[in-house]
């Protein structure tokens, strides 16, 4: 029964960090900047399933897991979402006035252009 | 039977993150991860923390998929025309990328057995609060300044974004809801949140001593809220009216309130008199649900998109 | 059976409450502003600054009268399930430096807004006050925090406090930079969680105190360690992850740019000097210290060379971030490389405190004049501002002397602490770090004579002033850049002051 | 009694599964967005009434009974209102409203 639980835990844990190497992946490659917003929800997705598998495998004291981690992830999840709320607003005023959805030149080229 | 069931969850769940990846479509993706908080909050029933299971399903599924929704019907005409995804760096990228899983996987199975875990000392101390859903002292109490400093967190992650509004509309009123709204909808938001409310009235009652709480009550109240603005049944308020903000500061001013009480009736800052703490808690926890119903909402109406009357 | 339980307990000293107080002050005054009407944001900062200078000084009074660290349990729950709050010299050193810049800045600011009466209590001023407080609990809690998680919440504060701050005035290339900015700071944030949860997985705490003593070199702490110092260094700008600061901090408008560069900044670079110090197992450290250095040194010399060839003056002073906190991770290798001394014994952890305190006096004062230039003449093209040392004098000489800070020209606080650097490097035989130090000197150089060959120079057609500047507007940054020519005459030695507090642990562990 | 009650359980609940199984395979299959709809919405309700129904006799209390009926009540009107919306979208001819 326990054995049970903790590989359970486990596999949840592996999938949290597959779904953070996904989010990553995401967050790297896309230029699509709502995608990149997406791609750091399912980070912060795997990032959270790895604290419910650690809070799982903490299970003791006749709790079904460790209540310290899931506290940290309920406020995690808070967080990460005034995080989307933030970036999309960014996005939807940077659409707004330029009518683009993606960065356009990588910084270090466009401080570099002369000024008139 | 459990162990199937965990394994096709987590199929479920690689998929969907795999189709987000590969899709070319934004919407298809955004609409892939909605599905994907959904299943994610069932993974959470079954790591049995069902109070991060609803968390999850409201705002990781729930909020963040309208928001994102949302965005992405706005900013169609931009990604209509698809800018190439950066091909150079993908070998690079997904090397990264492979390393973090790797090194994740390798980190998550040589964890000590028996894990090392705070639940004892966590049960011990429950007594000392009266309350008896562990993860609400840990978020009240024990770990009591996390909580109010992720409230003020919100609530500057509010204020950023209502600076976003042009000058003329700052402290104006969000627009939420279409030209034309559909009749089923307006019929939606005017059944709906009588049970909406109750549902979140209970969730905040029990969430002292079951799996419940502020958060899940707060986003309850916030999307019931959010339909009656889409539905165009009430109109948004304007953000700098008082009221409003007095709602939004109104919770994490009376935990400081509380907080600070401590420095006279109790061992410093942010410590319960004995016996009081429940009453105390629950009432922080009431006026936090109703802050975070408002900040939530806020959140997702997004800046003011109207000009404050005079 | 934890070795943490042979740790001692954490016990409130007497004067832990200014702890408490230095957090929470700025956040009450967030609380308020959110209420009053704009009109009273000003006074409800004037009187939250007030207090919390007030706060900092006796936590460094405190601290001192004492020799001991201040400590304080919130809630009276014992760490590992509670929180504790805990300041040593060093947290008592950067908690005062930020009560004196921050206060300049927001002297700079509120003048800067006394210029345009119109718009004083509209959307850019109200919103700047409000982030302005953010920043300072956030700064406050990452300096004085025991606990990663409750560091995490310091870490997402300041992200969320600093990004808008990018993008105030509303044009589109700041929203492009405040996106950037913020995009980098999540990743560098998700890592730093990432990490802290494994952490708990390990050890079933995320007490600082208790972690250094129980951290070795398992597998879960090497990933642990390097997914966090990642993230703190995408927050921290470090070469090659700086690329989003430039545009950032040069886009802001002035006081803000004043207060990401000196002061936000700042925040994740002590973290991963915590990290590396104190919970990093020596051999780990060591690896990390070298690693650390070697992007350091690339920043200091690429970074500088930018700097050289902006022809935007915001543009370059940014750069000049991105460079001088290079110098700031070559302190790793050196405080941690002497086997006879403790990190925190060296002349190198002192050369860096220094470094930091006079990088913040010295950069928020040319961000300050860079943006009462910018204010007179309505551009800040360096080539187009000959002779602007005729018209604003005062702006010249802040310039000047921060950039000696900048340079590390004697006497100021940048040669002390460049000196120090430079000594220990060559005294732990780091041939190629010494070099780099003096390499970055020269560049330093070169891009503060470039502006201050443009300030004397004699204009062809003479500068067209857009807006009158008064004197008193002038003198705040240039009491700062003075600040940091005085921070020069401190000692050539270890700080006492510093050391106090240190180590954290049972006395056993020292060599 | 309790045979019997599980025997009604487990039809109930088989026939609802199915029932869902069908939906689903009628939402990849169908041509066009309206009989897709209409799979969906048969899927929700009937089988979704079905695993409640069955569901009913192993409820421990009345509120629980309550509950799951609630739960039913609630899917019911959400289903009904999205697919009204979709429908009126298709209806339309226009992509669907922000």
């Given at each position: 029964?326990?054995?049970?639980?903790?590989?359970?835990?486990?596999?949840?844990?592996?999938?949290?960090?597959?779904?953070?190497?996904?989010?990553?992946?995401?967050?790297?490659?896309?230029?699509?900047?709502?995608?990149?917003?997406?791609?750091?929800n399912l980070?912060?997705?795997?990032?959270?399933?790895?604290?419910?598998?650690?809070?799982?495998r903490?299970?003791?004291?006749?709790?079904?897991?460790?209540?310290?981690?899931?506290?940290?992830?309920?406020?995690?999840i808070?967080?990460?979402f005034?995080?989307?709320?933030?970036?999309?607003?960014?996005?939807?005023?940077?659409?707004?006035?330029?009518?683009?959805?993606?960065?356009?030149?990588?910084?270090?080229?466009?401080?570099?252009?002369?000024?008139? | 039977?459990?162990?199937?069931?965990?394994?096709?969850?987590?199929?479920?769940?690689?998929?969907l993150?795999?189709?987000?990846?590969?899709?070319?479509?934004?919407?298809?993706?955004?609409?892939?991860?909605?599905?994907f908080?959904?299943?994610?909050g069932?993974?959470?029933?079954?790591?049995?923390?069902?109070?991060?299971?609803?968390?999850e399903a409201?705002?990781?599924?729930?909020?963040?998929?309208?928001?994102?929704?949302?965005?992405?019907?706005?900013?169609?005409?931009?990604?209509?025309?698809?800018?190439?995804?950066?091909?150079?760096?993908g070998a690079?990228?997904a090397?990264?990328?492979?390393?973090?899983?790797?090194?994740?996987?390798i980190a998550?199975?040589?964890?000590?057995?028996?894990?090392?875990?705070?639940?004892?000392?966590?049960?011990?101390?429950?007594?000392?609060?009266?309350?008896?859903?562990?993860?609400?002292?840990?978020l009240?109490?024990?770990?009591?300044?996390?909580?109010?400093?992720?409230?003020?967190?919100?609530?500057?992650?509010?204020v950023?974004?209502?600076?976003?509004?042009?000058?003329?509309?700052?402290?104006?009123?969000?627009?939420?809801?279409?030209?034309?709204?559909?009749?089923?909808?307006?019929?939606?938001?005017r059944?709906?949140?009588?049970?909406?409310?109750?549902?979140?009235v209970?969730?905040?009652?029990?969430?002292?001593?079951?799996?419940?709480?502020t958060?899940?009550?707060?986003?309850?109240?916030?999307?019931m809220?959010?339909?009656?603005?889409?539905?165009?049944?009430?109109?948004?308020?304007?953000?700098?009216?008082?009221?409003?903000?007095?709602?939004?500061?109104?919770?994490?001013?009376?935990?400081?309130?509380?907080?600070?009480?401590?420095?006279?009736m109790?061992?410093?800052?942010?410590?319960f008199p004995?016996?009081?703490?429940?009453p105390?808690?629950v009432?922080?926890?009431?006026?936090?649900?109703?802050?975070?119903?408002?900040i939530?909402?806020?959140?997702?109406?997004?800046?003011?998109s109207?000009?404050?009357?005079? | 059976?934890?070795p943490?339980?042979?740790?001692?307990?954490?016990?409130?000293?007497?004067?832990?409450?200014?702890?408490?107080?230095?957090?929470?002050?700025?956040?009450?005054?967030?609380?308020?502003?959110?209420?009053?009407?704009?009109?009273?944001?000003?006074?409800?900062?004037?009187?939250?600054?007030?207090?919390?200078?007030?706060?900092?000084?006796a936590?460094?009074?405190?601290?001192?009268?004492?020799g001991?660290?201040?400590?304080?349990?919130?809630?009276?729950?014992?760490?590992?399930?509670?929180?504790?709050?805990?300041?040593?010299?060093?947290?008592?050193?950067?908690?005062?430096?930020?009560?004196i810049?921050?206060p300049?800045?927001?002297?700079?600011?509120?003048?800067?807004?006394?210029?345009?009466?119109?718009?004083r209590?509209?959307?850019?001023?109200?919103t700047?006050?409000?982030?302005?407080?953010?920043?300072?609990?956030?700064l406050?809690?990452?300096?004085?925090?025991?606990?990663?998680?409750n560091?995490?919440?310091?870490?997402?504060?300041?992200?969320?406090?600093?990004?808008?701050?990018?993008?105030?005035?509303?044009?589109?290339e700041?929203?492009?930079?405040?996106?950037?900015?913020?995009?980098?700071?999540?990743?560098?944030?998700m890592?730093?969680?990432?990490?802290t949860?494994?952490?708990?997985?390990?050890?079933?705490?995320?007490?600082?105190?208790?972690?250094?003593?129980?951290?070795?070199?398992?597998?879960?702490?090497?990933?642990?360690?390097?997914?966090?110092?990642?993230?703190?260094?995408?927050?921290?700008?470090?070469?090659?992850?700086?690329?989003?600061?430039?545009?950032?901090?040069?886009?802001?408008?002035?006081?803000?740019s004043?207060?990401?560069?000196?002061?936000?900044?700042?925040?994740?670079?002590f973290?991963?000097?915590?990290?590396?110090?104190?919970?990093?197992?020596?051999?780990?450290?060591?690896?990390?210290?070298k690693?650390?250095?070697?992007?350091?040194?690339?920043?200091?010399?690429?970074?500088?060379?930018?700097?050289l060839?902006?022809?935007?003056?915001k543009?370059?002073?940014a750069?000049?971030?991105?460079?001088?906190i290079?110098?700031?991770f070559?302190?790793?290798?050196?405080?941690?490389?002497?086997?006879?001394?403790?990190?925190?014994?060296t002349?190198?952890?002192t050369?860096?405190?220094?470094?930091?305190?006079?990088?913040?006096?010295?950069?928020?004062?040319?961000?300050?004049?860079?943006?009462?230039?910018?204010?007179?003449?309505?551009?800040?093209?360096?080539?187009?501002?000959?002779?602007?040392?005729?018209i604003?004098?005062l702006?010249?000489?802040?310039?000047?002397?921060?950039?000696?800070?900048l340079?590390?020209?004697?006497?100021?606080?940048?040669?002390?602490?460049?000196?120090?650097?430079?000594?220990?490097?060559?005294?732990?035989?780091?041939?190629?770090l010494s070099?780099?130090?003096?390499?970055?000197?020269?560049?330093?150089?070169?891009?503060?004579?470039?502006?201050?060959?443009?300030?004397?120079?004699?204009?062809?057609?003479?500068?067209?002033?857009?807006?009158?500047?008064p004197?008193?507007?002038?003198?705040?940054?240039?009491?700062?850049a003075?600040?940091?020519?005085?921070?020069?005459?401190?000692?050539?030695?270890?700080?006492?002051?510093?050391?106090?507090?240190?180590?954290?642990?049972?006395?056993?562990?020292?060599? | 009694?309790?045979?019997?009650?599980?025997?009604?359980?487990?039809?109930?609940?088989?026939?609802?599964?199915?029932?869902?199984?069908?939906?689903?395979?009628?939402?990849?299959?169908?041509?066009?967005?309206?009989?897709?709809?209409?799979?969906?919405?048969?899927a929700d309700?009937?089988?979704?009434?079905l695993?409640?129904?069955?569901?009913l006799?192993?409820?421990?209390?009345v509120?629980?009974?309550?509950?799951?009926?609630?739960?039913?009540?609630?899917?019911?009107?959400?289903?009904?209102?999205?697919?009204?919306?979709?429908?009126?979208?298709v209806?339309?001819?226009?992509?669907?409203?922000?």
């Amino acid at each position: 029964m326990i054995a049970s639980a903790l590989s359970s835990a486990n596999l949840f844990g592996l999938c949290g960090a597959s779904l953070a190497g996904f989010g990553l992946f995401i967050v790297i490659i896309h230029a699509s900047l709502l995608r990149r917003i997406v791609g750091f929800n399912l980070l912060g997705a795997g990032i959270f399933l790895v604290f419910g598998a650690i809070a799982r495998r903490g299970a003791a004291a006749g709790f079904d897991g460790d209540p310290v981690p899931q506290a940290m992830v309920i406020t995690g999840i808070v967080v990460a979402f005034s995080a989307t709320a933030l970036s999309v607003a960014l996005l939807l005023r940077l659409f707004g006035l330029t009518g683009r959805a993606a960065f356009d030149a990588p910084p270090a080229d466009a401080s570099r252009q002369d000024e008139t | 039977m459990t162990l199937g069931l965990d394994l096709t969850l987590i199929a479920g769940l690689l998929a969907l993150a795999l189709h987000v990846v590969i899709v070319r479509d934004d919407r298809n993706a955004v609409v892939a991860f909605v599905a994907f908080g959904l299943l994610l909050g069932l993974a959470w029933v079954r790591l049995y923390s069902v109070d991060v299971a609803l968390t999850e399903a409201a705002i990781g599924g729930g909020v963040t998929g309208v928001l994102l929704l949302r965005t992405e019907a706005l900013i169609r005409p931009a990604s209509a025309a698809p800018t190439a995804s950066r091909r150079s760096g993908g070998a690079l990228a997904a090397i990264a990328c492979v390393l973090l899983a790797g090194g994740l996987a390798i980190a998550v199975l040589s964890f000590p057995n028996p894990a090392p875990t705070l639940a004892p000392e966590a049960a011990e101390a429950l007594g000392r609060t009266g309350l008896g859903n562990p993860v609400t002292a840990v978020l009240l109490a024990y770990r009591s300044l996390d909580t109010l400093l992720e409230k003020i967190v919100l609530i500057i992650a509010l204020v950023g974004l209502w600076s976003l509004a042009p000058e003329t509309l700052w402290g104006g009123a969000p627009e939420l809801h279409p030209t034309a709204i559909p009749e089923p909808l307006v019929y939606l938001a005017r059944v709906l949140p009588p049970f909406g409310v109750l549902i979140a009235v209970y969730e905040f009652w029990v969430g002292a001593d079951a799996p419940g709480g502020t958060f899940q009550a707060g986003t309850i109240l916030a999307a019931m809220y959010l339909l009656v603005l889409k539905a165009g049944l009430r109109p948004a308020p304007e953000v700098k009216r008082t009221a409003l903000r007095v709602l939004v500061a109104g919770g994490p001013a009376l935990f400081l309130a509380v907080g600070f009480l401590g420095f006279l009736m109790a061992d410093g800052f942010l410590s319960f008199p004995d016996g009081a703490a429940k009453p105390l808690i629950v009432g922080i926890e009431a006026a936090l649900t109703l802050s975070i119903a408002g900040i939530l909402s806020l959140l997702v109406a997004g800046p003011p998109s109207k000009a404050p009357a005079p | 059976m934890l070795p943490a339980n042979a740790l001692p307990a954490y016990v409130t000293t007497p004067g832990g409450f200014l702890l408490v107080l230095a957090i929470i002050l700025p956040v009450v005054a967030v609380l308020a502003m959110l209420v009053l009407d704009p009109r009273h944001a000003r006074s409800v900062v004037g009187a939250t600054i007030l207090a919390g200078v007030a706060a900092a000084l006796a936590i460094a009074e405190e601290l001192i009268r004492t020799g001991a660290a201040l400590i304080y349990v919130v809630g009276g729950w014992q760490p590992p399930l509670g929180l504790a709050l805990r300041a040593d010299g060093l947290s008592a050193t950067m908690i005062a430096m930020t009560a004196i810049v921050l206060p300049g800045i927001a002297i700079f600011a509120r003048g800067l807004q006394d210029l345009k009466p119109e718009t004083r209590n509209g959307r850019a001023p109200t919103t700047f006050w409000s982030l302005l407080m953010g920043v300072w609990s956030a700064l406050c809690l990452t300096f004085i925090g025991q606990d990663l998680f409750n560091l995490y919440v310091a870490l997402e504060l300041l992200t969320f406090a600093a990004v808008p701050l990018v993008c105030l005035d509303g044009r589109s290339e700041t929203m492009g930079a405040a996106l950037r900015y913020l995009m980098f700071a999540l990743l560098g944030s998700m890592l730093y969680l990432l990490g802290t949860g494994l952490f708990y997985g390990a050890f079933g705490t995320l007490d600082i105190r208790s972690l250094s003593a129980m951290s070795d070199d398992r597998p879960a702490v090497s990933v642990a360690l390097a997914l966090m110092i990642a993230g703190l260094l995408a927050k921290a700008a470090l070469f090659p992850l700086h690329l989003w600061l430039p545009p950032a901090h040069a886009g802001a408008p002035a006081a803000a740019s004043a207060v990401l560069s000196a002061l936000v900044i700042k925040a994740p670079i002590f973290l991963t000097l915590r990290l590396v110090a104190e919970v990093a197992p020596t051999p780990m450290a060591a690896i990390a210290g070298k690693i650390l250095a070697i992007l350091g040194a690339f920043a200091i010399i690429l970074c500088s060379v930018m700097a050289l060839r902006q022809a935007r003056l915001k543009l370059m002073i940014a750069y000049s971030t991105v460079a001088q906190i290079g110098y700031l991770f070559i302190v790793f290798p050196l405080a941690t490389g002497a086997d006879a001394l403790p990190p925190w014994g060296t002349i190198a952890w002192t050369g860096g405190a220094l470094q930091l305190g006079s990088h913040a006096l010295a950069k928020a004062s040319m961000f300050m004049a860079a943006g009462i230039i910018a204010e007179a003449f309505g551009h800040d093209n360096i080539r187009d501002l000959s002779g602007f040392g005729r018209i604003l004098p005062l702006s010249a000489a802040t310039f000047g002397l921060a950039g000696l800070s900048l340079m590390g020209l004697p006497p100021s606080g940048g040669f002390i602490a460049k000196c120090l650097l430079l000594t220990s490097a060559v005294l732990g035989g780091h041939p190629w770090l010494s070099t780099t130090i003096l390499a970055g000197g020269l560049l330093a150089a070169g891009y503060v004579f470039r502006v201050m060959n443009r300030a004397l120079a004699t204009p062809q057609t003479p500068l067209i002033i857009r807006r009158k500047i008064p004197a008193r507007l002038e003198v705040v940054p240039l009491i700062l850049a003075l600040l940091a020519v005085l921070l020069g005459f401190v000692p050539l030695e270890p700080l006492g002051l510093l050391q106090i507090g240190r180590p954290d642990r049972p006395a056993e562990t020292m060599p | 009694m309790t045979y019997i009650m599980d025997g009604f359980t487990l039809i109930c609940v088989s026939a609802g599964t199915l029932l869902f199984l069908a939906g689903t395979l009628g939402l990849l299959r169908f041509p066009d967005t309206l009989s897709r709809l209409h799979a969906l919405s048969k899927a929700d309700n009937l089988g979704l009434g079905l695993i409640v129904i069955g569901l009913l006799p192993q409820a421990t209390s009345v509120t629980g009974a309550l509950k799951l009926v609630c739960v039913w009540l609630l899917a019911q009107l959400s289903a009904a209102t999205a697919s009204q919306l979709i429908a009126g979208v298709v209806f339309r001819g226009k992509p669907p409203p922000k």
